[in-house]
């Protein structure tokens, strides 16, 4: 029950038990009992506590209720004794009255004398025995009256002798008077011995009442105490708990997975609480493992690269991850919300699987054009899996769609440079071989006109022969350039000295309804470059810009350092190392070009220009150049908005001048009998060259290929001033060639 105000009494105990022995004897048996009973309390069970206070309280209400009926009883019994002892007083007044009258011999007056002797007889011996006298029933009376009732007794033995004697024999004899005079001595000695017995009665009558009220008032108290116990009991060990529990439950499930029970006695509550903490400790952890996992899946879906989202049945949005928001250029998931992702499709989904989308429940690999909010198209792949409910019936869709524009570019790129690879190859042995055939030709042309005589008809013919060749040359040459098989002779030079001595010459060049505007970078780097190419490319690319401003416009041309990044590199997939450059940028605001001319620019032969007016030669030529100077080309172009085109260079010194062959020094003079040695697979070509050396007076020993020329060698090792070899031959390359008559003969 009250055990807090045990445990404050307690300490209080503790403290006093030094004061006196006996005293801490009590108080250390008192600590105990108080120890033990609040020991076997916690331990009882509640329904057994709540049985103990029923039971006190019921026999508190019963003690109460005996105590009362016992009390009232008492004051009836007292009631009658004194009623008793007010009738034997009246009995004394009339036995007066009636020894008065025998004295005087009043006569019929001893049969009632006798009466009232007999009656109080009676009553006196009802007293001491119990039982009916008077008309009043009384149990014998208390010991505490006795004194007061042996008093009137001993009055009354006394008094009895006399009395009957006046009632048997009324008259004037001297023995009647003698007990007429002890009558009127006793008698009011008798009635004041009755008076007082009815005093004492109703003295006692009072304090049993007053007696009466205490003890009811203290048992009420005391049951009063008892309720207030309870009261506190179940507040406290049954109210309070549940309370506790109660609040517990509440704030954990508002989300205070923390809340807990304090558990305080061993009962049935206790257990409840300690069920609530173990189940609330359980929910916590599960929680915490539930909330983990959210935040490890929601990682994923925020930083995943690829977008993802959830859609309904009808497709429209509910839930999208910043990937996917980035991907279409919007700013807020709340943009996409009432969107349905295929609002966001351009044109027809390609995929020869799936029919549509996203309404098939499985889509794998599906290429889609996405419309960006900005206008602009990308690719995606979409990839599609249905949700379903318990029931298997689709509830939604989940989308993952990667975006593979830069991929797609990067492939088309990669198409574009094999293309102008293989297409360089092509272009660059055709060219070679074709070459070869025009040296014949043109060889030959020359013996011939030099053959014939000045008014030879055919010699027009031969003219015309040689002017066609010569043309066809000009055509190889540039299909050489752009399959980088020119011959270069590279130098350092200052790109900038380059365009101001062709100033004068392209504003010739492109007109006067075109502006010629430069802006040459002051501090220019050097590059190691070959001049003639460099001004072939300036005029190929300012010719083209000429003609896409047919109407007028301007032509920029600007010079720049730049240091090259991977960024950069990687974002206009250049074919460059990092490093400081030099950029060569011409710019007109012209025509412009559409996606379609871009896929071909660079390609020979690809030109949009009417038949006769261009040969489609002047990009690849450029291109083929600015590759063999260790460079790259990037374009920038739009129809209608002009073009751009930036030629980027590295600075002189970082450059690998591998690609680069020098310059080969010719001097045309007349030999003196000299033995050449002339190694050419190409029957045509050799014998055209040895006949030309012949001419000049070479001694000309021929070879067909290495082997046989190494053999010739080993033959007239002596005479052999000069060795002439082709480079590119079967079975063996003039370079090898070369470096074993080198080792045979290192003055070769
Ligand atoms: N600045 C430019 N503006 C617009 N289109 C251009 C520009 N430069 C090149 N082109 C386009 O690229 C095509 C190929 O150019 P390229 O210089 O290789 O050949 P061409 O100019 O047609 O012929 P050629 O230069 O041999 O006389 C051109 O036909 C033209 O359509
Ligand atoms: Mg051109």
Same mark, same amino acid.
């Given at each position: $029950?009250?055990?807090?105000?045990?445990?404050?009494?307690?300490?209080?105990?503790?403290?006093?038990?030094?004061?006196?022995?006996?005293?801490?004897?009590?108080?250390?048996?008192?600590?105990?009992?108080?120890?033990?009973?609040?020991?076997?309390?916690?331990?009882?069970?509640?329904?057994?506590?709540?049985?103990? @206070?029923?039971?006190?309280?019921?026999?508190?209400?019963?003690?109460?209720?005996?105590?009362?009926?016992?009390?009232?009883?008492?004051?009836?019994?007292?009631?009658?004794?004194?009623?008793?002892?007010?009738?034997?007083?009246?009995?004394?007044?009339?036995?007066?009255?009636?020894?008065?009258?025998?004295?005087?011999?009043?006569?019929?007056?001893?049969?009632?004398?006798?009466?009232?002797?007999?009656?109080?007889?009676?009553?006196?011996?009802?007293?001491?025995?119990?039982?009916?006298?008077?008309?009043?029933?009384?149990?014998?009376?208390?010991?505490?009256?006795?004194?007061?009732?042996?008093?009137?007794?001993?009055?009354?033995?006394?008094?009895?002798?006399?009395?009957?004697?006046?009632?048997?024999?009324?008259?004037?004899?001297?023995?009647?008077?003698?007990?007429?005079?002890?009558?009127?001595?006793?008698?009011?000695?008798?009635?004041?011995?009755?008076?007082?017995?009815?005093?004492?009665?109703?003295?006692?009558?009072?304090?049993?009442?007053?007696?009466?009220?205490?003890?009811?008032? #203290?048992?009420?108290?005391?049951?009063?105490?008892?309720?207030?116990?309870?009261?506190?009991?179940?507040?406290?060990?049954?109210?309070?708990?549940?309370?506790?529990?109660?609040?517990?439950?509440?704030?954990?499930?508002?989300?205070?997975?923390?809340?807990?029970?304090?558990?305080?006695?061993?009962?049935?509550?206790?257990?409840?609480?300690?069920?609530?903490?173990?189940?609330?400790?359980?929910?916590?952890?599960?929680?915490?493992?539930?909330?983990? #996992?959210?935040?490890?899946?929601?990682?994923?879906?925020?930083?995943?690269?690829?977008?993802?989202?959830?859609?309904?049945?009808?497709?429209?949005?509910?839930?999208?991850?910043?990937?996917?928001?980035?991907?279409?250029?919007?700013?807020?998931?709340?943009?996409?919300?009432?969107?349905?992702?295929?609002?966001?499709?351009?044109?027809?989904?390609?995929?020869?699987?799936?029919? #549509?989308?996203?309404?098939?429940?499985?889509?794998?690999?599906?290429?889609?054009?996405?419309?960006?909010?900005?206008?602009?198209?990308?690719?995606?792949?979409?990839?599609?899996?249905?949700?379903?409910?318990?029931?298997?019936? %689709?509830?939604?869709?989940?989308?993952?769609?990667?975006?593979?524009?830069?991929?797609?570019?990067?492939?088309?790129?990669?198409?574009?440079?094999?293309?102008?690879?293989?297409?360089?190859?092509?272009?660059?042995?055709?060219?070679?071989?074709?070459?070869?055939?025009?040296?014949? %030709?043109?060889?030959?042309?020359?013996?011939?006109?030099?053959?014939?005589?000045?008014?030879?008809?055919?010699?027009?013919?031969?003219?015309?022969?040689?002017?066609?060749?010569?043309?066809?040359?000009?055509?190889?040459?540039?299909?050489?350039?752009?399959?980088?098989?020119?011959?270069?002779?590279?130098?350092?030079?200052?790109?900038?000295?380059?365009?101001?001595?062709?100033?004068?010459?392209?504003?010739?060049?492109?007109?006067?309804?075109?502006?010629?505007?430069?802006?040459?970078?002051?501090?220019?780097?050097?590059?190691?470059?070959?001049?003639?190419?460099?001004?072939?490319?300036?005029?190929?690319?300012?010719?083209?810009?000429?003609?896409?401003?047919?109407?007028?416009?301007?032509?920029?041309?600007?010079?720049?350092?730049?240091?090259?990044?991977?960024?950069?590199?990687?974002?206009?997939?250049?074919?460059?190392?990092?490093?400081?450059?030099?950029?060569?940028?011409?710019?007109?605001?012209?025509?412009?070009?559409?996606?379609?001319?871009?896929?071909?620019?660079?390609?020979?032969?690809?030109?949009?220009?009417?038949?006769?007016?261009?040969?489609?030669?002047?990009?690849?030529?450029?291109?083929?150049?600015?590759?063999?100077?260790?460079?790259?080309?990037?374009?920038?172009?739009?129809?209608?908005?002009?073009?751009?085109?930036?030629?980027?260079?590295?600075?002189?010194?970082?450059?690998?001048?591998?690609?680069?062959?020098?310059?080969?020094?010719?001097?045309?003079?007349?030999?003196?009998?000299?033995?050449?040695?002339?190694?050419?697979?190409?029957?045509?070509?050799?014998?055209?060259?040895?006949?030309?050396?012949?001419?000049?007076?070479?001694?000309?020993?021929?070879?067909?290929?290495?082997?046989?020329?190494?053999?010739?060698?080993?033959?007239?090792?002596?005479? @052999?001033?000069?060795?002439?070899?082709?480079?590119?031959?079967?079975? $063996?390359?003039?370079?090898?060639?070369?470096?074993?008559?080198?080792?045979?003969?290192?003055?070769?």
């Amino acid at each position: $029950m009250a055990w807090r105000g045990f445990r404050i009494a307690v300490p209080e105990l503790r403290r006093k038990r030094h004061k006196s022995h006996s005293y801490n004897r009590y108080s250390n048996g008192a600590w105990r009992a108080v120890r033990d009973l609040r020991d076997f309390s916690e331990r009882l069970p509640l329904a057994q506590k709540a049985a103990i @206070i029923l039971f006190l309280l019921a026999s508190g209400g019963i003690i109460a209720l005996g105590t009362f009926f016992w009390f009232l009883g008492r004051t009836a019994d007292d009631s009658r004794f004194e009623v008793l002892a007010a009738r034997q007083r009246m009995l004394v007044q009339e036995m007066y009255t009636y020894a008065l009258g025998a004295r005087i011999e009043e006569p019929g007056i001893e049969d009632r004398l006798l009466s009232i002797i007999n009656e109080f007889d009676s009553s006196l011996w009802s007293f001491e025995m119990g039982g009916g006298a008077l008309g009043v029933h009384i149990p014998p009376a208390l010991p505490e009256f006795h004194p007061a009732l042996m008093r009137i007794k001993r009055t009354w033995v006394r008094l009895r002798g006399p009395l009957l004697l006046l009632a048997e024999e009324p008259g004037n004899t001297p023995e009647l008077r003698g007990a007429f005079k002890a009558a009127q001595r006793g008698l009011p000695q008798l009635a004041a011995g009755t008076t007082g017995l009815a005093a004492l009665f109703e003295e006692r009558k009072q304090r049993l009442r007053a007696n009466m009220l205490t003890v009811l008032f #203290s048992i009420c108290f005391m049951n009063l105490m008892f309720v207030v116990a309870a009261l506190r009991f179940t507040k406290r060990q049954i109210a309070a708990p549940i309370a506790e529990v109660t609040q517990a439950a509440r704030s954990f499930q508002t989300g205070n997975f923390s809340a807990r029970v304090r558990v305080r006695a061993k009962n049935e509550l206790a257990e409840l609480a300690e069920t609530f903490n173990r189940m609330a400790a359980n929910v916590a952890w599960l929680v915490a493992r539930v909330q983990a #996992s959210e935040a490890r899946f929601r990682g994923l879906f925020e930083n995943v690269p690829d977008g993802v989202c959830k859609t309904t049945t009808e497709g429209r949005i509910t839930a999208a991850n910043p990937a996917l928001l980035s991907m279409l250029g919007l700013e807020k998931e709340e943009d996409l919300f009432l969107d349905t992702l295929n609002s966001y499709v351009a044109g027809q989904a390609k995929t020869p699987k799936e029919e #549509s989308f996203p309404g098939a429940a499985q889509t794998r690999n599906l290429e889609l054009q996405l419309r960006r909010t900005d206008g602009r198209t990308i690719t995606a792949l979409a990839n599609t899996c249905a949700v379903r409910d318990e029931s298997n019936n %689709i509830i939604g869709y989940q989308t993952t769609l990667t975006d593979i524009s830069d991929r797609k570019d990067l492939e088309q790129q990669l198409r574009q440079s094999q293309k102008m690879e293989a297409v360089g190859r092509l272009a660059g042995g055709v060219a070679h071989d074709f070459n070869n055939l025009l040296t014949v %030709i043109l060889g030959y042309s020359e013996f011939a006109l030099e053959a014939l005589a000045k008014d030879d008809p055919v010699r027009d013919s031969i003219t015309e022969i040689s002017g066609a060749a010569k043309r066809a040359e000009r055509l190889t040459q540039q299909l050489l350039a752009f399959s980088r098989k020119q011959v270069a002779r590279a130098a350092v030079l200052d790109l900038n000295s380059v365009i101001h001595g062709m100033e004068t010459m392209l504003r010739r060049l492109i007109g006067e309804h075109i502006q010629l505007h430069l802006a040459l970078y002051p501090n220019l780097w050097p590059i190691y470059a070959d001049h003639g190419q460099m001004e072939q490319v300036v005029m190929n690319l300012a010719l083209n810009a000429r003609d896409a401003m047919p109407a007028g416009g301007v032509l920029r041309i600007e010079t720049a350092n730049v240091y090259l990044d991977e960024s950069t590199i990687g974002q206009n997939s250049l074919q460059l190392e990092p490093g400081p450059c030099v950029t060569l940028s011409v710019a007109d605001d012209g025509s412009g070009m559409t996606d379609e001319v871009l896929s071909h620019l660079f390609e020979p032969f690809f030109s949009t220009k009417e038949k006769g007016k261009g040969t489609g030669m002047g990009l690849s030529m450029v291109y083929g150049i600015v590759r063999q100077s260790g460079g790259d080309v990037r374009v920038g172009s739009q129809p209608g908005m002009g073009s751009v085109f930036q030629i980027i260079l590295k600075r002189a010194g970082c450059v690998d001048t591998s690609s680069l062959s020098e310059p080969e020094e010719t001097s045309p003079g007349q030999a003196h009998g000299e033995t050449i040695l002339l190694v050419e697979d190409e029957a045509g070509v050799r014998q055209f060259a040895a006949e030309a050396l012949r001419r000049r007076g070479f001694n000309v020993l021929e070879a067909t290929d290495g082997r046989e020329g190494l053999r010739t060698f080993e033959r007239h090792r002596a005479e @052999i001033d000069l060795v002439l070899t082709d480079v590119v031959m079967p079975a $063996m390359t003039g370079r090898e060639l070369a470096q074993i008559m080198r080792a045979k003969d290192p003055s070769v």
